[in-house]
């Protein structure tokens, strides 16, 4: 069985902290991995993509891949109000079809 | 930038009802697919679809789901007899290829089963 996990939260931070999603996945076969932000009632936004271990810098975001510990994590730099999300991980084992955590619903209090 | 668009935005039908779910792919995009996600749960993948065929399909996906791509442009999912565990909001999803890159999202329909 092939399990995405994210803590549910919610996570509050504070306008210009930084903000840390994590997400363990199940099966080491694991190719690809994706960080999604959905708002309330709209659709997955995908913000960034990672499939080498290490790090991924994107403007405010990281992504942080760790194979061996099947760990992924999203750091938002400098938050803001409108970071307030909730953020799906998403892990693909054929770059086709992608398992979806439960997602982490983060608010950035002003 | 391009877009997956999706019609209708909300749909409301009777039990037992035929729907069709309707997609239109960003146009260089090889790859379709539709997902569904019920109201405070995961979003679940349903079906794939390449080359005028299904590539992969979940449990979800039974005798009761259909996909078509008609013309070259729609993608569509046919329910046919909806349960009431069907209300959900569906979504399509298309990519350029099997890399790493991730899905473009459509705006999603809003099934209701009433």
């Known amino acids: 069985q092939k399990e995405v996990e994210q803590n549910s939260g919610p996570l509050s931070v504070p306008e210009g902290a930084i903000a840390s999603l994590n997400c363990t996945y199940s099966?080491?076969?694991?190719?690809?991995f994706f960080w999604y932000r959905q708002y309330s009632g709209k659709s997955p936004e995908l913000i960034m993509f990672?499939?080498?271990?290490g790090d991924k810098e994107d403007g405010r975001f990281t992504a942080q891949l760790n194979k061996a510990s099947q760990y992924v994590s999203l750091l938002i730099r400098d938050s803001q109000p409108s970071d307030s999300a909730t953020y799906l991980c998403?892990?693909?084992?054929?770059?086709?079809?992608?398992?979806f955590g439960t997602g982490t619903s983060l608010t950035v209090i002003p | 930038e391009p877009e997956v668009t999706q019609t209708p935005s909300h749909q409301v039908t009777q039990m037992g009802q035929e729907v069709i779910l309707r997609c239109v792919p960003i146009?260089?995009?090889?790859?379709f697919y539709w997902y569904r996600q019920i109201l405070g749960q995961k979003v679940e993948f349903l079906v794939s679809?390449?080359?005028?065929?299904?590539?992969?399909k979940s449990e979800i996906f039974d005798d009761q789901f259909s996909v078509e791509r008609p013309d070259g442009s729609n993608f569509t999912l046919k329910i046919r007899s909806t349960k009431l565990e069907d209300s959900a909001m569906y979504f399509c999803?298309?990519?350029?290829?099997?890399?790493?890159?991730?899905?473009?999202f459509g705006s999603g329909t809003r099934l209701t089963v009433v």
């Open positions: 999803a298309s990519k350029i290829g099997l890399g790493g890159e991730g899905y473009t």
């Open positions: 099966d080491r076969g694991s190719q690809s």
């Open positions: 990672i499939y080498s271990n």
């Open positions: 998403a892990v693909s084992w054929t770059g086709n079809q992608f398992y």
């Open positions: 146009s260089n995009h090889l790859y």
């Open positions: 679809f390449y080359n005028n065929e299904i590539s992969e």
